[in-house]
């Protein structure tokens, strides 16, 4: 049986980060779901925006990206829909509009190749022995079993690690719903929508090369019957849908509570959204996800005595942060704190009349 210093469960942008920070320090195996390139196979559903924070670990770590990972166009602002109360704001919004598919597959192929990489590998079973972790997954029509010093949970929402680490643990999620359409509308736009009939969290919309992607955060309860309401009486505010030409849906965790991230213990650590390291106000994980990683790369590499308490410790202020999204989760999912928000018009920029036209010919 193999023996690593490191196994990694998932190399979505937090896995593929810790991968790439380990190389060449440790002995490094890693696990995931998605194939090595292509488009088939699993595909991360996502809105595919890159916030500030994310690109600052990007400059932190002296990488540029890609040409093939950028969609079109870049878009700067983001329109703020309040279907209840009829309250539409133009927010600036500094993300890079990408493909995140392609991104995926571009943060695995930086890995450099001293890590052992299983692509469209599954990691079916864990368990802790001798004080090692024992891991089982199947790869290429087999099942093979190897042990590690630390085991990292990288593995998204569902992560199994944290089931493993944390049996009866439960962050609040939602279902998230996406579907994708010919985009028919005359100028490309992003969009925020809150209408508390259909969900108590938020949705979304976003142009990306020619088509029109509109996605949600709802409660399982009738998750679909309240995506296609929304998209009923979006229609009355000028959204164009059509004929869906794909339908994306998967589990998304929206913390509620400080004790819904959890960190991992005996040697075993979780990072990015298996940890619930995501913003419950915008749903964006992809910078908390590179900036755990890169927090946890530094521990291992230096191998202190209890490196769970060390890495616990180092992200507090990143949890704090989250903290923060919590606050302002409840603001804006707050109907009549909203409209004050919206109402005040802070941050908001009017539009001249050419971008009234442009919007009201969408
Ligand atoms: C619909 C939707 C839209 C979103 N839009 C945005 C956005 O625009 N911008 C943003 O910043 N965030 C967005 N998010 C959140 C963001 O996608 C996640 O927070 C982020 O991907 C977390 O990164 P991660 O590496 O922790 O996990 P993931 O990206 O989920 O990666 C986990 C990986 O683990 C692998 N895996 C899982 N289980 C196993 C297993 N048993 N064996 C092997 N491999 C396994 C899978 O291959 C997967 O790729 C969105 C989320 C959703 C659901």
Redesign the pocket.
Known sequence: MQHFDVAI???????AALARQLAGSLNVIA????QRDGNKG?K????????PD?QRAFIRAGITLPVQVMADPQIFSVRTVDVQSAIERNYQRCYLNIDRHAF?LWMKSLIPPSVTVHHD???RKIWREDGLWHLV?SAEGQETQITCRYLVG????NS?VRRVLYPGHEIRQYV?L?QWFKDRHPAPFYSCIFDNTTTDCYAWSISKDGYFIF?GAFAPKHSRENFAALKTRLESVNFHFGEALKSEK?T?LCPSHWSDFVCGKENAFL????AGF?SASS?????Y?LDSAEILSGILCAAPKDACAVYRRKTLGLRVKLLGKIVKNKCLTTPWLRRLIMQSGIANIPLTPEGQSKQAEA
């Open positions: 469960i998932g190399l979505g942008p937090a896995g696990l995931d779901k998605k699993f991360k559903p996502c809105g595919g925006l890159l916030a994310a995926d590998a599954l990691c997954f990288a593995d998204g929402a199994m998230a996406q996605g998967c998304v990072i990015g959204e298996a995501i749903l964006e994980g992809i910078s996800a």
